[in-house]
């Protein structure tokens, strides 16, 4: 069996569980390092489209908040180990509700489309609301790599029936259907609601963006380092964009000049911000 996920901190943890089973010998692991959420997917099955995200993310993320050394090579490299898993493999896909991974999903069944193999889909946001929930105490899995190793071998060991579902043709021409239409959006911001993915322009949390540096600044509107702004909005998403965009869009701001700066942007994340006095 072959597993693959979007989310390298999902990967990691999934490979360590498998070893503890004592599988990691029979059983591989396919991962993109990447969140699918954010940057464009335009034609992403060709070349031209694999280099405009390339492009977009060498010039948008800040290497402190994502790996940028060796994304394009690794992106190619993943998507050559899918093109390349033989017909008659059996394939789970590991996923949960959000833009980032159902958007990875989409984008890997289309790149097995012409394959001859059975593919599984394990929801961990079902799995685990369905095996660790705790009455009274409301917490959604956000993305499949805020389980931990000890939860997904968990999961793993069920019934897979219970968690899983196996694709049937009409299923997999659905997902390839869908994956041609978000590959003909040059959006370049992905959201999970009501059970599917919306492309959005790439300032819709920038209000958000502001009111919660707003609160962090205080009356006094004092200086807050750019780290704890990103955390205050992280912290009360209830959608798995990444660390990165969320920079991204701050810069963008203070190039507006809604935000006014304290230190120097060349230094990645080593300044601050408040809201630009009038």
């Not at 940057?39 to 993310?57: A, C, H, Q």
């Not at 097995?112 to 929801?123: A, P, Q, R, V, Y």
């Not at 071998?153 to 694709?167: A, C, K, N, P, W």
């Not at 964009?241 to 190039?255: H, M, P, S, V």
Request: hydrophobic share 35%.
């Amino acid at each position: 069996m072959i597993h693959i996920l979007s989310s390298a901190s999902a990967s990691s943890s999934l490979q360590f569980a498998l070893k503890k089973m004592g599988l990691d010998k029979k059983e591989r692991v396919i991962s993109f390092y990447d969140i699918f959420s954010i940057g464009p997917v335009w034609r992403l099955t060709e070349e031209i489209g694999v280099k405009s995200r390339d492009e977009w993310m060498k010039q948008s993320m800040s290497d402190k908040f994502f790996e940028y050394n060796g994304y394009r090579e690794h992106f190619e490299m993943v998507m050559n180990q899918i093109n390349l898993i033989p017909e008659g493999e059996h394939v789970t896909i590991w996923v949960s509700d959000n833009a980032n991974e159902q958007t990875g999903m989409r984008y890997i069944v289309y790149l097995l489309k012409e394959k001859n193999i059975d593919i599984t889909l394990i929801n961990t946001t079902e799995a685990y609301k369905e095996l660790f929930q705790v009455k009274k105490v409301k917490y959604k899995v956000l993305h499949t790599g805020e389980i931990p190793p000890e939860k997904l071998q968990f999961i793993y060991e069920q019934d897979f029936g219970q968690f899983s579902t196996l694709f049937t043709d009409h299923d997999r021409e659905e997902l390839e259907r869908e994956w041609l239409s978000l590959g003909e959006s040059h959006e370049t911001l992905r959201i999970w609601r009501n059970g599917r993915i919306q492309s959005i322009t790439e300032d819709y949390y920038d209000d958000f963006i502001v009111i919660k540096a707003k609160r962090l600044c205080g009356k006094q509107n004092k200086f807050i380092h750019v780290a704890r702004v990103i955390g205050e909005v992280i912290g009360h998403l209830d959608q798995y964009i990444g660390d990165a965009f969320i920079e991204y869009r701050i810069r963008k701001l203070i190039d507006a000049g809604v935000f006014e700066l304290e230190g120097n942007l060349k230094s990645k994340y080593f300044y601050s911000l408040r809201l630009k006095r009038n």
